[in-house]
Protein backbone atom coordinates (compact mmCIF):
# COMPACT_ATOMS: atom_id res chain seq x y z
CA UNK A 1 0.00 0.00 0.00
CA UNK A 2 1.59 3.30 -1.23
CA UNK A 3 1.19 4.49 2.51
CA UNK A 4 2.97 2.39 4.50
CA UNK A 5 7.04 2.65 4.52
CA UNK A 6 8.99 1.70 1.87
CA UNK A 7 12.64 1.06 0.99
CA UNK A 8 14.32 1.64 -2.29
CA UNK A 9 16.84 -0.36 -3.50
CA UNK A 10 20.55 0.70 -3.91
CA UNK A 11 23.20 0.09 -7.14
CA UNK A 12 26.93 0.61 -7.34
CA UNK A 13 27.61 2.99 -10.63
CA UNK A 14 30.81 1.97 -13.01
CA UNK A 15 30.93 4.60 -15.18
CA UNK A 16 34.02 4.40 -17.21
CA UNK A 17 34.97 8.25 -17.24
CA UNK A 18 35.60 8.40 -13.48
CA UNK A 19 37.05 4.82 -13.72
CA UNK A 20 40.18 5.10 -12.76
CA UNK A 21 38.95 7.44 -9.71
CA UNK A 22 39.37 6.15 -5.97
CA UNK A 23 36.01 6.83 -5.25
CA UNK A 24 32.62 4.79 -4.85
CA UNK A 25 29.08 5.90 -6.24
CA UNK A 26 26.08 4.84 -5.63
CA UNK A 27 22.12 5.34 -6.57
CA UNK A 28 19.50 4.74 -4.01
CA UNK A 29 16.68 4.17 -6.65
CA UNK A 30 13.80 6.21 -5.15
CA UNK A 31 12.67 6.39 -8.48
CA UNK A 32 11.71 2.85 -8.50
CA UNK A 33 9.12 2.73 -5.67
CA UNK A 34 5.88 2.77 -7.51
CA UNK A 35 4.89 3.27 -11.04
CA UNK A 36 3.55 6.70 -10.77
CA UNK A 37 3.68 8.18 -7.48
CA UNK A 38 7.84 7.79 -7.75
CA UNK A 39 11.03 9.35 -5.93
CA UNK A 40 10.17 12.19 -3.71
CA UNK A 41 6.67 12.67 -4.75
CA UNK A 42 5.98 9.28 -2.99
CA UNK A 43 7.61 10.57 -0.16
CA UNK A 44 6.26 14.09 0.10
CA UNK A 45 2.93 12.80 -0.61
CA UNK A 46 2.35 10.39 2.04
CA UNK A 47 2.31 12.09 5.26
CA UNK A 48 0.01 15.03 3.55
CA UNK A 49 -2.49 12.15 2.56
CA UNK A 50 -2.69 10.82 5.63
CA UNK A 51 -3.15 14.44 7.27
CA UNK A 52 -5.77 14.61 4.55
CA UNK A 53 -7.77 11.46 5.51
CA UNK A 54 -7.40 12.17 9.03
CA UNK A 55 -9.07 16.04 8.77
CA UNK A 56 -11.87 14.09 6.94
CA UNK A 57 -11.43 15.92 3.31
CA UNK A 58 -12.13 14.05 0.06
CA UNK A 59 -10.74 16.95 -2.06
CA UNK A 60 -7.17 17.93 -2.88
CA UNK A 61 -5.84 21.23 -4.41
CA UNK A 62 -2.42 21.81 -6.09
CA UNK A 63 -0.19 23.98 -7.98
CA UNK A 64 2.36 23.88 -10.89
CA UNK A 65 3.33 24.22 -14.61
CA UNK A 66 2.02 22.12 -17.74
CA UNK A 67 4.64 19.43 -17.44
CA UNK A 68 5.38 18.75 -13.62
CA UNK A 69 6.03 16.14 -11.75
CA UNK A 70 3.90 17.16 -8.52
CA UNK A 71 0.69 17.45 -10.78
CA UNK A 72 1.33 14.09 -12.44
CA UNK A 73 2.03 12.46 -9.03
CA UNK A 74 -0.89 14.30 -7.08
CA UNK A 75 -3.05 13.01 -9.56
CA UNK A 76 -2.05 9.25 -9.45
CA UNK A 77 -2.42 9.36 -5.55
CA UNK A 78 -5.67 11.21 -5.69
CA UNK A 79 -6.92 8.20 -8.27
CA UNK A 80 -5.55 4.98 -6.31
CA UNK A 81 -6.22 6.68 -2.76
CA UNK A 82 -10.13 7.93 -3.89
CA UNK A 83 -9.58 11.87 -4.02
CA UNK A 84 -11.09 14.27 -5.90
CA UNK A 85 -7.78 16.27 -7.12
CA UNK A 86 -7.96 19.76 -8.72
CA UNK A 87 -4.76 21.00 -10.15
CA UNK A 88 -3.97 24.72 -10.46
CA UNK A 89 -2.01 25.43 -13.83
CA UNK A 90 0.38 28.19 -14.54
CA UNK A 91 -0.98 29.60 -17.90
CA UNK A 92 -4.39 30.55 -18.66
CA UNK A 93 -3.23 30.86 -22.14
CA UNK A 94 -3.60 26.83 -22.20
CA UNK A 95 -6.83 26.31 -21.71
CA UNK A 96 -7.98 28.14 -24.83
CA UNK A 97 -7.78 24.64 -26.87
CA UNK A 98 -7.89 22.91 -23.67
CA UNK A 99 -8.48 19.45 -25.40
CA UNK A 100 -5.84 19.97 -27.96
CA UNK A 101 -2.93 20.95 -25.10
CA UNK A 102 -4.54 18.03 -23.24
CA UNK A 103 -3.77 15.65 -26.15
CA UNK A 104 -0.43 16.89 -26.75
CA UNK A 105 0.97 17.66 -23.31
CA UNK A 106 2.10 14.27 -21.85
CA UNK A 107 1.89 15.27 -18.43
CA UNK A 108 -1.69 16.92 -18.44
CA UNK A 109 -3.07 13.85 -20.64
CA UNK A 110 -1.60 11.83 -17.49
CA UNK A 111 -3.61 13.79 -14.58
CA UNK A 112 -6.69 13.92 -16.62
CA UNK A 113 -6.55 10.30 -17.47
CA UNK A 114 -6.38 9.88 -13.41
CA UNK A 115 -9.12 11.96 -12.73
CA UNK A 116 -7.39 15.54 -12.54
CA UNK A 117 -9.58 18.65 -12.77
CA UNK A 118 -7.51 21.52 -14.21
CA UNK A 119 -8.05 25.21 -13.08
CA UNK A 120 -5.92 27.54 -15.23
CA UNK A 121 -4.99 30.62 -14.14
CA UNK A 122 -2.35 33.61 -15.63
CA UNK A 123 1.07 33.86 -14.58
CA UNK A 124 0.35 36.92 -12.42
CA UNK A 125 -2.20 35.50 -10.92
CA UNK A 126 -0.19 32.43 -10.12
CA UNK A 127 2.40 34.41 -8.36
CA UNK A 128 -0.53 35.21 -5.64
CA UNK A 129 -1.37 31.68 -5.04
CA UNK A 130 -0.17 32.01 -1.52
CA UNK A 131 -2.55 34.88 -0.48
CA UNK A 132 -5.58 33.71 2.06
CA UNK A 133 -7.32 36.13 -1.31
CA UNK A 134 -6.37 33.35 -4.26
CA UNK A 135 -7.30 30.75 -1.23
CA UNK A 136 -10.83 31.85 -0.60
CA UNK A 137 -11.37 32.28 -4.52
CA UNK A 138 -10.28 28.37 -4.46
CA UNK A 139 -12.80 27.45 -1.68
CA UNK A 140 -15.50 29.44 -3.72
CA UNK A 141 -14.87 28.01 -6.89
CA UNK A 142 -14.18 23.90 -5.13
CA UNK A 143 -15.71 23.64 -1.66
CA UNK A 144 -13.42 22.74 1.13
CA UNK A 145 -10.28 21.64 0.47
CA UNK A 146 -6.69 20.23 1.25
CA UNK A 147 -4.23 22.26 0.01
CA UNK A 148 -0.91 21.00 -0.99
CA UNK A 149 1.86 23.38 -1.94
CA UNK A 150 3.69 23.59 -5.17
CA UNK A 151 5.79 20.61 -5.33
CA UNK A 152 4.41 19.19 -2.26
CA UNK A 153 7.01 20.85 0.46
CA UNK A 154 5.58 21.06 3.66
CA UNK A 155 6.25 19.74 7.62
CA UNK A 156 4.86 16.70 6.45
CA UNK A 157 6.36 15.99 3.16
CA UNK A 158 10.13 16.53 5.47
CA UNK A 159 8.74 13.80 7.26
CA UNK A 160 8.08 11.90 4.76
CA UNK A 161 11.49 12.56 2.77
CA UNK A 162 13.23 11.60 6.24
CA UNK A 163 12.41 7.99 5.34
CA UNK A 164 14.46 7.94 2.31
CA UNK A 165 17.90 7.48 4.51
CA UNK A 166 17.85 4.04 6.65
CA UNK A 167 20.29 3.03 9.15
CA UNK A 168 22.15 0.74 6.55
CA UNK A 169 22.97 3.57 4.62
CA UNK A 170 25.01 4.61 7.50
CA UNK A 171 27.94 3.45 5.51
CA UNK A 172 27.98 6.42 3.27
CA UNK A 173 30.11 9.47 3.42
CA UNK A 174 28.30 12.01 1.36
CA UNK A 175 24.54 12.18 0.32
CA UNK A 176 23.95 14.09 -2.69
CA UNK A 177 20.48 15.47 -3.77
CA UNK A 178 18.99 17.29 -6.53
CA UNK A 179 17.13 20.66 -5.24
CA UNK A 180 13.45 22.07 -6.37
CA UNK A 181 11.76 23.68 -3.65
CA UNK A 182 14.33 22.17 -0.78
CA UNK A 183 11.70 19.37 0.98
CA UNK A 184 13.84 16.20 0.20
CA UNK A 185 16.92 17.56 0.82
CA UNK A 186 15.53 19.10 4.29
CA UNK A 187 14.70 15.59 5.26
CA UNK A 188 17.65 13.84 4.30
CA UNK A 189 19.77 16.18 6.57
CA UNK A 190 17.68 15.96 9.45
CA UNK A 191 17.92 11.70 8.58
CA UNK A 192 21.99 12.14 8.73
CA UNK A 193 24.17 10.54 10.59
CA UNK A 194 27.40 13.03 12.81
CA UNK A 195 29.90 11.65 10.18
CA UNK A 196 27.95 12.00 6.98
CA UNK A 197 27.61 15.48 4.43
CA UNK A 198 25.29 16.29 2.04
CA UNK A 199 25.39 18.08 -0.96
CA UNK A 200 22.63 19.90 -2.70
CA UNK A 201 22.33 20.55 -6.09
CA UNK A 202 19.80 23.13 -7.09
CA UNK A 203 17.69 23.18 -10.30
CA UNK A 204 17.02 26.32 -10.24
CA UNK A 205 19.14 29.70 -9.84
CA UNK A 206 19.58 32.28 -7.12
CA UNK A 207 20.30 31.76 -3.25
CA UNK A 208 16.63 31.73 -1.72
CA UNK A 209 16.95 27.59 -1.33
CA UNK A 210 19.57 28.21 1.61
CA UNK A 211 16.86 30.21 3.58
CA UNK A 212 14.20 27.72 2.77
CA UNK A 213 15.80 24.53 3.74
CA UNK A 214 16.55 26.19 6.75
CA UNK A 215 13.19 26.80 8.01
CA UNK A 216 12.69 22.23 7.92
CA UNK A 217 16.03 21.27 8.86
CA UNK A 218 17.59 20.58 12.57
CA UNK A 219 20.19 21.97 13.82
CA UNK A 220 22.84 20.68 11.86
CA UNK A 221 25.56 21.98 9.37
CA UNK A 222 26.46 19.12 7.52
CA UNK A 223 24.88 20.12 4.56
CA UNK A 224 25.75 22.81 1.70
CA UNK A 225 24.56 23.74 -1.72
CA UNK A 226 26.43 23.30 -4.97
CA UNK A 227 24.76 25.94 -7.16
CA UNK A 228 27.01 25.47 -10.39
CA UNK A 229 25.16 22.68 -12.52
CA UNK A 230 21.93 24.31 -12.98
CA UNK A 231 22.42 24.94 -16.58
CA UNK A 232 21.16 28.20 -16.65
CA UNK A 233 17.97 27.52 -14.44
CA UNK A 234 14.94 25.29 -14.14
CA UNK A 235 13.91 23.02 -17.24
CA UNK A 236 16.90 24.65 -18.96
CA UNK A 237 19.59 22.36 -20.33
CA UNK A 238 22.28 21.70 -22.95
CA UNK A 239 23.10 19.57 -25.70
CA UNK A 240 26.11 18.78 -23.14
CA UNK A 241 23.72 17.51 -20.43
CA UNK A 242 21.37 15.84 -22.71
CA UNK A 243 24.84 13.72 -24.05
CA UNK A 244 25.80 12.62 -20.51
CA UNK A 245 22.21 11.53 -19.92
CA UNK A 246 21.87 9.28 -22.82
CA UNK A 247 25.97 7.89 -21.84
CA UNK A 248 24.65 7.18 -18.15
CA UNK A 249 21.91 5.12 -19.34
CA UNK A 250 23.56 3.30 -21.88
CA UNK A 251 26.72 2.10 -19.11
CA UNK A 252 24.40 1.42 -15.80
CA UNK A 253 20.86 1.42 -17.59
CA UNK A 254 19.50 3.92 -15.21
CA UNK A 255 17.25 6.33 -16.99
CA UNK A 256 17.91 10.45 -15.38
CA UNK A 257 15.40 12.93 -15.36
CA UNK A 258 16.81 16.20 -17.56
CA UNK A 259 15.36 18.82 -14.39
CA UNK A 260 17.00 17.56 -10.95
CA UNK A 261 18.56 14.07 -11.28
CA UNK A 262 20.01 14.46 -14.34
CA UNK A 263 22.13 17.68 -13.20
CA UNK A 264 22.76 16.28 -10.13
CA UNK A 265 24.85 13.09 -11.70
CA UNK A 266 26.20 15.52 -14.30
CA UNK A 267 27.72 17.27 -10.58
CA UNK A 268 28.68 14.61 -8.94
CA UNK A 269 30.49 12.99 -11.89
CA UNK A 270 32.27 16.29 -12.89
CA UNK A 271 33.18 16.62 -8.84
CA UNK A 272 34.75 13.08 -9.08
CA UNK A 273 36.71 14.02 -12.55
CA UNK A 274 38.53 16.99 -10.75
CA UNK A 275 39.10 15.08 -7.51
CA UNK A 276 36.73 17.23 -4.99
CA UNK A 277 36.17 14.02 -3.12
CA UNK A 278 39.25 12.63 -1.32
CA UNK A 279 40.35 9.15 -1.65
CA UNK A 280 37.90 6.37 -0.54
CA UNK A 281 34.83 8.28 -0.09
CA UNK A 282 31.26 6.57 -0.21
CA UNK A 283 28.68 8.93 -2.12
CA UNK A 284 24.88 7.64 -2.38
CA UNK A 285 22.75 10.15 -4.93
CA UNK A 286 19.32 10.20 -4.34
CA UNK A 287 17.34 9.27 -7.48
CA UNK A 288 14.17 11.51 -7.16
CA UNK A 289 12.19 10.58 -10.04
CA UNK A 290 10.51 12.94 -12.12
CA UNK A 291 11.01 10.41 -15.04
CA UNK A 292 7.36 10.99 -16.88
CA UNK A 293 9.11 14.93 -17.62
CA UNK A 294 11.20 13.37 -20.16
CA UNK A 295 8.06 12.88 -22.57
CA UNK A 296 7.55 16.81 -22.02
CA UNK A 297 11.22 17.97 -22.50
CA UNK A 298 12.23 15.85 -25.82
CA UNK A 299 8.44 17.32 -27.08
CA UNK A 300 10.40 21.07 -26.30
CA UNK A 301 13.99 19.23 -27.93
CA UNK A 302 12.36 18.12 -31.07
CA UNK A 303 11.03 21.58 -31.58
CA UNK A 304 14.39 22.70 -31.21
CA UNK A 305 15.95 20.45 -33.68
CA UNK A 306 18.14 19.08 -30.13
CA UNK A 307 19.01 15.58 -29.23
CA UNK A 308 16.19 13.39 -27.76
CA UNK A 309 16.97 11.95 -24.67
CA UNK A 310 16.52 7.81 -24.90
Known amino acids: MFIENKHSSIQQIHLSEIATKEVSLFIKREDALHPFISGNKFRKLKYNLLEAKKQGFSKLVTFGGAYSNHIAAT ?19 LAVNLEEVVKNNPTLKFASAHGMEFYFVSRSEYKTKSSTQFTNKLKAEFGDFYLVPEGGTNNFAVKGCEEILTDED ?28 VIGFPALKGDFLQNEIQKYILKKDNWCLNTNYHFGGYAKISEELIT ?20 MLFGIVDLI ?4 FKKG ?29 K
Open 75 to 93: AAAGFEFNFKTIGVIRGDE
Open 273 to 276: KNNY
Open 244 to 263: FINKFKNETAIPLDPIYTGK
Open 281 to 309: TKILAIHTGGLQGIGGMNIYLKNKNLPQI
Open 170 to 197: EKFDVICCAVGTGGTISGIINATKKHQK
